[in-house]
């Protein structure tokens, strides 16, 4: 649908609007970099959407330790999306995340994967899974860091998947 890349000076937030209504499922490729904090998560909304309506499961592994979390929340999670100024310069994380039945008048559930890149002992990946419970079609999917901008050449891919 479409490719966003945050030009110089960095971005604080990645839009996609007017999605296209004719697909079944939304698949979001992210290559992101922030200008704060370490292994950030991207925080992401649909329709601007800010009240309570959202959950999460996640999974997030270091390399040395795991840890989980859940929670009902104002916005989907994409947890360690993003490499920070203190991890390995000039290096970004990679998310794929699939939204399902973007179109129906149900709740939708959103699935990622994620891994920060970082040439040191830590370099973090996540799994989550979440849960918007609005009943309109999306329309549009604003990313934003948690905290952070995405910096130059941080990149957000929009694709919509059809099943014939």
Request: aromatic fraction near 8%.
């Given at each position: 649908?479409?490719?966003?890349?945050?030009?110089?000076?960095?971005?604080?937030?990645?839009?996609?609007?007017?999605?296209?209504?004719?697909?079944?499922?939304?698949?979001?490729?992210?290559?992101?970099?922030?200008?704060?904090?370490?292994?950030?998560?991207i925080?992401?909304?649909?329709?601007?959407?800010?009240?309570s309506?959202?959950?999460?499961?996640?999974?997030?592994?270091?390399?040395?330790?795991a840890?989980?979390?859940?929670?009902?929340?104002?916005?989907?999670?994409?947890?360690?999306?993003?490499?920070?100024?203190?991890?390995t310069?000039?290096?970004?994380?990679?998310?794929?995340?699939?939204?399902?039945?973007?179109?129906?008048?149900?709740?939708?559930?959103?699935?990622?994967?994620?891994?920060?890149?970082?040439?040191?002992?830590?370099?973090?990946?996540?799994?989550?899974?979440?849960?918007?419970?609005?009943?309109?079609?999306?329309?549009?999917?604003?990313?934003?860091?948690d905290?952070?901008?995405?910096?130059?050449?941080?990149?957000?891919?929009l694709?919509?998947?059809?099943y014939?």
């Amino acid at each position: 649908i479409q490719t966003v890349t945050v030009g110089a000076g960095g971005a604080a937030s990645i839009e996609f609007a007017g999605i296209d209504q004719t697909g079944v499922d939304l698949a979001l490729l992210l290559s992101t970099r922030q200008d704060a904090f370490a292994h950030n998560q991207i925080i992401m909304r649909f329709n601007s959407d800010s009240g309570s309506n959202y959950s999460f499961v996640e999974l997030t592994g270091s390399g040395s330790s795991a840890s989980s979390d859940s929670a009902s929340t104002t916005s989907a999670r994409i947890k360690a999306a993003s490499p920070g100024p203190s991890e390995t310069a000039n290096t970004f994380g990679s998310s794929n995340v699939l939204i399902s039945n973007y179109t129906s008048s149900s709740a939708k559930s959103i699935s990622s994967d994620s891994v920060t890149e970082n040439n040191a002992t830590a370099a973090y990946q996540s799994m989550t899974a979440n849960t918007w419970t609005g009943t309109t079609a999306i329309t549009t999917i604003t990313l934003t860091g948690d905290g952070a901008n995405f910096v130059e050449h941080s990149t957000a891919s929009l694709f919509k998947i059809k099943y014939d």
